[in-house]
RNA sequence: GGGCGGAUAGCUCAGCCGGGAGAGCGCUGCCCUUACAAGGCAGAGGUCACAGGUUCGAUCCCUGUUCCGCCUACCA
């Protein structure tokens, strides 16, 4: 007899078993096996951060496929680690250092990547801790950081090689700027929002004095680095104004109308103004015609000098105000009017990005972007669900050039150097040298020199550099290198780091130990599934892809499955700055690790997002408890020496009706489990599960089951005990992926002889995960199950309808339509008994005793004598209701067969179906009519 | 502007290849029946957003409309 505890409490039992489970290698995959390999690598979180729920989703789907995978016999491996997020992690502790009155420019860059290590070594280990919390079964030895040194090697030896394809260059465009940042930032990294403003119109007069031309816009203060007004080269309506100079209001500065296929006629006034510096559309004019640049706004969002005396040193936004009034007041100010338009903001810290023309590190997208295209039209990698296919190759076809280095100094830094002694004139420095430290003024490099400073002190102290764009880079692997044409060693290496996502772009080969050829890149490449969130589908899939393609010369996963994000009541992605969080880790801590990883496959239907509530939560927690309850049960009712391990497929189907019946049910469950997970289709594993453990084996095979354990013979007693066990244990089996705690928890109480034997150590983790076989499908069984259960309902659905109590056993009538129902029933008559509460009579065709409630079924009717314990009126007004429904039934289908094309049309076993059911139908009905019509009588004789 | 998705029970959502509408929670009634009140038994509740079309037959396929969400975009 068992001591468990009532009710299931996770907590202990959580840590208890992952210490074991870890401790014992259980989570760990081998290098080199006869088994068949699976691997999954996992999307690296930030390391400094915390676990959200999108990690708690992913983190959970992915251990579910692993644990099935292991199970099932392959050589799994989940591969975990974290990304160094650069300007993230940059930004946590640059608000560190401003608390500390200081920042990282005195700091000076070692020292402050010194720093960031320290907090990165402080805060690294949460996020994997909080893994541990939700069960997830990494191979944490093989844990990685995309700074990692092999993986910075790696990082390396793709720029490098890249660089020396011509894919990776260094030019000067226009980029979208941080000013808060102080970075550029990719295209993905600008988050477009709508937002109100207004757009202005302007007149720009002719610089003789005569007519100008109108233009619009919604950015006057970029009006003052504006070098040309363009038109659409077919626009009528401003054929004579091309080669019209202009007088550019403000400043004064003649500009010329030029013609451009850029533009659209039907904005605004069909002329815009050009302003090549502040706007990518203009640059790009600007380029083709060959227009100065000239730079108003700086680095920092403010006006430069090049604005006028009466801008310079002005707010964007500011500047904007003062130069519509400026205009306004010389009355060039056409309108103003309202007017909705996208603005892009820095996805970091939300700042509206500044597009300005710098120099930067682009890698040329198109020759990756088409092998990866390719991949994914061929099938070799199957996107899940499809639909995300179509936005992939919309993306990937038409990609834009990417724009990696970042001005900031946490992450990989750029391999290129600079020469000082050949080009010493035109490399500009900022550093820690004379100006007390503010890092703001720059010097050329061959002034340091002259002023008597060493190579090595200027590195050291260097903050950032400016490198005129025809000073050659010497792209690296080793660090230091010489200079190519001088051979010096006085070379400075750029700024710049790299783009986190490049980094993140190698994860799933990087981290299996390219660029060496290790046993584990053999075995576990390609990985097998990716699991992650469409968010990240271009920053990191899409690119992972290329990369896989050219670096590895295959696919870097197979199937790519794209799961919902979690989001907040009103459908929003939860953030932080939004304030909208639920911390994953007060759900396991209220309701436990299984009861939330069951909740989230739960929900994790293909193309649609998660708004998770808690009452949900509570729902799956009373499932465990109920799991936890049933084995209880299980426990106290089967001996310690118990074995299962003579169970065959023989004795099984020599099985009782009920034995028979969850056996097959089992191996339907069994089968729907493992076509599911293989279609990655979580909610529907998880459905299958519930359905089968409450509603099937708790509801009904246990009840039925305890006849026999609280019965006389023994030997029939042993056999309920064996299956009720085996039943149990194989469930579990099937549980465990999405329950893997309480899994093992039941698991190790169960009788030594009724766990199947795992390959090594003594847990359910690996225990093999069940198959089904089709040979214990019964249909039969199923279908005669379903008449007795079918029997028992009829009459409890009477009890309750009647008001019968349930504490008072009754004589039930139960008139099968024939012999084999007859027999059925009297077969199993010791079922109904105990089950409906009855002393049943069964036969065929008996008669209905008078003042009797009753249920017509197919296969039978069920009488349940009231002896005065109800009113004949509440059963004639329930039998009405009933008849109404049935009518309502029998209308619809007889209109379709009064249409002669059903009958010729549509397929015969759909047409005899409804002819079955249409008859059974009508005997139903007619059986209710004679129900009413002989209680109405009865009703009206004195009982 | 382009693309994608959603609208099904009071709430949150399933519903794979068109053929008798489901779950969880909530609600109603009865019940502490020796695994479980985080429970048992029974029940109420839906013109499957709207309008057309295809079909013998549409929640499902097609077209359009309305509302909502998301992604993407150089109409300033």
Redesign the pocket.
């Known amino acids: 007899m068992s001591q468990i505890p009532?009710?299931?409490?996770p907590q202990a039992a959580e840590d208890r078993w992952y210490e074991t489970w870890s401790a014992e290698g259980f989570f760990a995959a081998r290098d080199a096996s006869d088994r068949p390999a699976f691997s999954i690598v996992i999307p690296p979180p930030n390391v400094t951060g915390s676990l959200h729920m999108g990690h708690a989703l992913n983190a959970t789907l992915q251990d579910v496929l692993v644990r099935w995978k292991r199970m099932a016999g392959f050589n799994a491996l989940w591969l975990p680690g974290t990304d160094h997020a650069g300007i993230a992690t940059q930004n946590v502790v640059e608000k560190q250092l401003a608390g500390e009155g200081t920042d990282r420019h005195r700091l000076g860059r070692a020292d402050f990547i010194k720093r960031v290590w320290k907090w990165k070594e402080a805060s690294g280990g949460q996020i994997i801790r909080q893994l541990k919390r939700l069960g997830a079964s990494c191979d944490w030895p093989r844990e990685r950081f995309t700074m990692d040194e092999g993986l910075s090697r790696a990082v390396r030896e793709v720029f490098v090689r890249l660089f020396e394809e011509g894919l990776v260059y260094r030019g000067s465009y226009i980029v979208n700027w941080c000013p808060r940042c102080h970075t550029a930032l990719s295209?993905?990294e600008?988050?477009?929002e709508?937002r109100k403003g207004k757009?202005y119109f302007v007149r720009y007069p002719a610089a003789d004095g005569g007519p100008g031309v109108e233009?619009?816009?919604?950015?006057p203060e970029?009006m003052l680095g504006d070098t040309a007004v363009a038109v659409h080269p077919d626009d009528d309506r401003y054929k004579g104004k091309v080669g019209l100079v202009l007088a550019l209001p403000l400043t004064g500065r003649k500009i010329t109308v030029i013609a451009d296929p850029?533009?659209?006629?039907?904005?605004?006034?069909?002329?815009?103004?050009v302003t090549p510096a502040h706007?990518?559309?203009d640059f790009?004019i600007g380029r083709r015609h060959n227009l100065p640049e000239i730079t108003v706004i700086g680095d920092d969002g403010r006006m430069t000098a090049e604005a006028g005396e009466a801008f310079a040193g002005l707010d964007r936004v500011e500047c904007r105000e003062k130069v519509a009034a400026a205009l306004s007041a010389e009355g060039l100010l056409a309108a103003a009017q309202d007017?909705l338009?996208?603005v892009g903001h820095c996805y970091r810290c939300k700042t509206v990005v500044e597009p300005l023309v710098k120099d930067q590190w682009f890698v040329k997208v198109a020759p990756l972007a088409g092998p990866a295209i390719e991949a994914v039209e061929s099938g070799r990698i199957r996107i899940v669900p499809r639909?995300?296919e179509?936005?992939y190759f919309?993306?990937m076809r038409?990609i834009?050039d990417w724009c990696i280095s970042r001005q900031i100094w946490w992450g990989h830094r750029i391999p290129a150097w600079y020469c000082g002694d050949c080009h010493g004139e035109r490399i500009r420095l900022m550093g820690r040298w004379g100006d007390g430290g503010t890092g703001k003024t720059s010097t050329t490099y061959t002034q340091l020199r002259t002023n008597g400073l060493s190579h090595e002190k200027i590195v050291g102290d260097m903050g950032t550099l400016i490198v005129d764009r025809d000073v050659p880079a010497v792209v690296s692997r080793e660090d230091n290198p010489a200079c190519p044409s001088c051979g010096g060693r006085n070379l400075l290496q750029d700024p710049d780091v790299l783009d986190t996502w490049f980094s993140s772009a190698l994860w799933p080969f990087s981290t299996l130990g390219w660029p060496d050829k290790t046993p584990a890149l053999e075995t576990f490449y390609p990985t097998s599934t990716l699991v992650t969130g469409?968010?990240i589908l271009?920053f990191w899939v899409a690119r992972m892809i290329m990369m896989g393609l050219k670096f590895m010369g295959d696919v870097p996963f197979r199937d790519v499955y794209i799961h919902a994000l979690v989001?907040d009541a009103?459908?929003?992605?939860m953030s932080k700055s939004k304030g909208n969080v639920i911390d994953p880790l007060d759900i396991v801590d209220k309701y436990g690790a299984d009861a939330f990883r069951f909740t989230l496959a739960a929900?994790a239907?293909?193309?649609?997002?998660?708004?998770l509530?808690e009452?949900?939560i509570?729902?799956?927690?009373?499932?465990?408890?109920?799991i936890w309850?049933?084995s209880?049960?299980v426990l106290?009712?089967v001996p310690p020496d118990l074995s299962t391990r003579n169970l065959t497929r023989e004795t099984l189907r020599a099985g009782t009706l009920a034995d028979r019946w969850i056996v097959s049910r089992l191996n339907a469950v069994a089968a729907e489990v493992n076509q599911a997970l293989t279609e990655v289709?979580f909610?529907?594993a998880s459905?299958a599960l519930?359905?089968f453990i409450?509603?099937e084996y708790?509801?009904?095979y246990?009840?039925l089951a305890?006849i026999s354990l609280?019965g006389e013979d023994a030997s029939a007693k042993r056999q309920t005990q064996t299956v009720l066990v085996m039943v149990l244990e194989t469930t579990l089996r099937l549980l465990h992926p999405f329950m893997p705690f309480i899994t093992e928890e039941i698991r190790q109480a169960l009788p030594p002889l009724c766990r199947t034997q795992s390959p090594r150590g003594e847990t359910i983790m690996l225990a093999p995960f069940p198959a089904p076989d089709g040979s214990l499908i019964d249909l039969q069984a199923e279908a005669e199950m379903s008449k007795v259960m079918g029997a028992?309902?009829a009459l409890?659905?009477l009890?309750?309808?009647m008001?019968v109590?349930?504490?008072l056993e009754v004589t039930a009538v139960f008139s099968a339509r024939d012999e084999n129902v007859a027999a059925l029933l009297g077969e199993h008559g010791g079922e109904i008994a105990r089950l409906a509460?009855c002393r049943p009579e069964i036969g065929v065709g008996l008669p209905r005793p008078s003042k009797s409630a009753v249920q017509i079924l197919p296969e039978m009717e069920v009488y349940l004598p009231l002896e005065g314990v109800v009113r004949i009126e509440d059963e004639i007004a329930r039998l009405g209701?009933e008849a109404e429904?049935v009518d309502k039934?029998v209308f619809?289908l007889a209109k379709?067969f009064e249409?002669p094309?059903?009958v010729?049309?549509?397929?015969p076993e759909?047409v005899e179906?409804?002819r079955a059911?249409l008859a059974?139908?009508a005997e139903k009905r007619q059986k209710i009519g004679e129900s009413i019509a002989r209680l109405s009588e009865i009703g009206r004789e004195p009982s």
């Open positions: 009532k009710a299931y409490s295209d993905l600008v988050e477009h709508e757009l233009v619009a816009t919604t950015r970029t850029a533009v659209s006629p039907e904005f605004g006034t069909g002329a815009v103004k706007d990518p559309a790009e007017h338009h996208a639909n995300w179509k936005t919309e993306w038409n834009r469409f968010d271009f989001r009103e459908g929003r992605k929900m239907a293909q193309g649609r997002d998660i708004k509530s009452e949900r509570e729902g799956y927690r009373n499932f465990a408890n109920k309850n049933a209880r049960f106290m009712n289709r909610n529907e459905a519930y359905h409450w509603h708790c509801d009904w246990i009840e305890k609280f028992i309902g409890r659905t009890r309750s309808e008001s109590p349930p504490s509460r209701k429904k039934e619809g379709k249409n094309d059903f010729s049309k549509a397929p759909v179906n409804g059911r059974e139908l």
